[in-house]
Nanobody
């Protein structure tokens, strides 16, 4: 079983930036990697994903132009760069891995492995 651990969350003001990291216990080159977020009382929503060697990305409209995903397969690490943060971005952010060989990887049901999450809070 692949273990994922997120880090880099915190409390920031609106307009600030944060960079989240997701470190895996093993090789991640076989997985599409994605980020999801969940606010209290809300569903876990798709944010952004990147395919195995980074040739394609998928993203939610709400973060287009502000968030960027990248991966370093040699370090078994995925990053989420978040710029121009808004209070609406406040949530627990989760890293996840999709082992399927095809699909757009934009649903929680596409992903088999999940990290415990890291809290991001954006104040106004």
């Amino acid at each position: 079983q692949v273990q994922l651990v997120e880090s880099g969350g915190g409390l920031v003001q609106a307009g600030a930036s944060l960079r989240l990291s997701c470190v895996a216990s093993g090789r991640i080159s076989i997985y599409t990697m994605g980020w999801f977020r969940q606010a209290p009382g809300k569903e876990r929503d798709f944010v952004i994903a990147i395919t195995r060697i980074g040739e394609r990305t998928y993203y939610a409209d709400s973060v287009k132009g502000r968030f960027t995903i990248s991966r370093d397969n040699a370090k078994n690490t995925v990053y989420l760069q978040m710029n121009s943060l808004k209070p609406e971005d406040t949530a627990v952010y989760y890293c996840a891995a999709d082992r399927r060989l095809s699909g757009s990887s934009q649903s929680v049901y596409d992903y088999e492995y999940w990290g415990p999450g890291t809290q991001v809070t954006v104040s106004s």
